[in-house]
């Protein structure tokens, strides 16, 4: 494995009962990048995050992370590598506030579980970093905000940076777009940016118009197979592209 390349898979394949979902995948993500997963629905990118990160065994294939071959690990073994999945702690404790989130996620990076039960003094020892994470994301002014009362796009946001406190290397962002209102898209995608300058991303995304703003590289996927890949000037003008993909979504 090339130095170049953080995460890489190979022949990777998923079949479910005879149902094949993902067919011979080879995937290269270079480091210090943003990588997009695109494709139609039911085109595998779900479950080929899902085998990158461990959620599913593959049936075949193999995964390289950092030099390493981690296809026969767990997902929270990964994830103590520095391979983490938004989802995996997007599900914010809704009735703690962004500081409790966000410092609850350094103490799992600390591996102290047992500090719920420990002193005060020792939890606001986080509490330096916490803010300056939340800062980093733009939520600073939400400190002291319970979740469940912030606004989506603010809450998101706040989900960044609960897995930027595991110091990943690279996070992999399910659909970071989702849900998220028109105004709050722009503030998303400059987070987005602002991280790749430290970290590399990989994401699976339908909004296209972040898609060919942010990504430097792009791999399109189409029933379980790797349709193409490249920059967005190169993979929009693919006429395979516009029948599977960028054609229904722009009719």
């Known amino acids: 494995m090339s130095d170049e390349f953080i995460l890489e898979c190979s022949g990777l394949t998923k079949e479910f009962a005879g ?4 067919q011979d995948v080879d995937l290269q993500v270079r480091r210090g990048t943003i990588h ?3 494709g139609p629905n039911g085109a595998g990118k779900t479950t080929c995050f899902n085998l990158l990160t461990k959620f599913l ?3 075949r294939g193999q995964i390289r992370y950092d030099g390493n071959d981690i296809t026969a690990l767990n997902p929270a073994d990964v994830a103590r590598l520095g391979l983490v999945r938004s989802f995996q702690i997007s599900a914010v404790f809704p ?4 500081l409790e989130n966000v410092r609850i996620a350094l103490q799992r990076q600390r591996g102290e579980s047992m500090d719920f039960w420990r002193s005060k003094s020792v939890l606001n020892s986080l509490n330096h970093r916490a803010h300056e994470l939340l800062d980093d994301v733009g939520v600073g002014a939400f400190a002291g905000t319970v979740a469940v009362e912030m606004p989506y796009g603010r809450k998101r946001a706040l989900e960044i940076a609960t897995t930027l406190a595991l110091d990943p290397q690279i996070m992999l962002l399910d659909e970071p777009m989702a849900g998220i209102g028109h105004e709050e898209i722009d503030k998303i995608a400059a ?6 300058a430290k970290h590399t991303v990989l994401m699976v995304e339908h909004n296209l118009n972040v898609v060919a703003d942010l990504s430097d590289t792009i791999t399109v996927l189409t029933r379980g197979r790797v349709l193409t890949e490249g920059n967005y000037a190169t993979v929009s003008q693919d006429a395979r592209v516009k029948e599977a993909y960028l054609g229904s979504a722009h009719a």
């Open 95 to 98: 009735h703690l506030t962004a």
């Open 36 to 38: 997009a997963l695109i």
């Open 19 to 22: 149902f094949v979902a993902v």
């Open 57 to 59: 065994i593959p049936t």
């Open 191 to 196: 987070l987005i940016k602002r991280i790749s």
